[in-house]
């Protein structure tokens, strides 16, 4: 496997595995670097219009440039794997969902302040991907990273969107995770840019509770629930949350996408106002 190669990149080790595509270290020598290269899977192409999809789709992905979006440097075919791959700058770093498993294992909870980064700059990213029209449609904490300076960094922009076609043929599904998804995708609508915001309110009010809002035994349960079961309040779970701070959650989760906030700055604003009249939860943006 080491000696394998992806194009010009030589394949290093295997980070992960998903159901759409498998991620590996690879090293650059014309450019002295090493990268991550995320290969779809080969079935993917079955889908007639997947190439035309993924082409339109990795240049958009490809022109977000934000500290906080990871950057997409190249896209090609790999002849010898028939697959279609990206390749993109490497994130040392765990993922926000690997971050909160050790964490609650431990009996333990972010700290505020550490909640509000976290919220502020996955907020940033997407208010920055929305004005130029691109939504993620599968915000999740392991499309979070954390990288060794702490900066946030979400993954796998428009993914989602590549993948669409071939997924409703594949496996009947929706586009999205079960426990991250907003009611109106639940119902099997592409959503907006409020279906970002309530994805990653659903990983707010895990941070602050150190559980799920809506859990069930089966992915369709779980969205029922998130259609249909009145939305849980964070400080029912853990006093300890503010209320300005719960308020907060309880809007971006709203069921309504019209009863929660409209853009992302429309949130970034409520979290420095709580950051900024709470002095020991402020939390200065990055420069």
Do not use: C, W
């Amino acid at each position: 496997m080491q000696n394998r190669k992806i194009g010009k990149y030589e394949v290093i080790e295997r980070l992960g595995r998903g159901g759409m595509a498998e991620v590996y270290r690879a090293y650059q020598g014309t450019l002295d670097r090493y990268v991550a290269i995320k290969v779809l899977h080969a079935f993917l192409a079955d889908d007639p219009e997947f190439k035309s999809r993924f082409e339109r789709e990795a240049q958009n992905i490809a022109k977000l440039k934000h500290p906080n979006i990871v950057q997409v440097y190249d896209f090609d075919y790999d002849v010898e794997a028939e697959s279609y791959y990206m390749v993109m700058e490497l994130i040392d770093g765990s993922t926000l969902k690997d971050r909160l498993s050790s964490i609650v294992a431990r009996g333990e909870l972010l700290p505020i302040p550490e909640v509000i980064r976290i919220m502020r700059e996955s907020a940033s990213a997407l208010a920055y991907a929305h004005s130029r029209n691109m939504i993620h449609r599968d915000v999740k904490p392991a499309n979070l990273m954390l990288d060794h300076d702490n900066r946030v960094v979400l993954t796998d922009f428009g993914i989602a969107k590549i993948v669409t076609g071939a997924q409703f043929t594949a496996s009947g599904g929706m586009v999205g995770t079960p426990a991250f998804m907003a009611p109106e995708q639940g119902l099997g609508e592409a959503g907006d840019e409020r279906s970002d915001l309530y994805s990653l309110g659903i990983i707010m009010f895990q941070m602050l509770t150190g559980q799920l809002p809506y859990d069930a035994e089966t992915p369709l349960a779980i969205i029922l629930k998130h259609l249909n079961t009145p939305t849980p309040i964070a400080r029912d779970v853990n006093p300890n949350v503010p209320e300005e701070l719960d308020r907060i959650v309880r809007k971006v989760i709203s069921k309504e996408a019209q009863d929660r906030y409209q853009s992302a700055g429309a949130l970034i604003e409520d979290l420095d106002r709580f950051a900024h009249t709470n002095a020991e939860f402020d939390v200065q943006p990055r420069s």
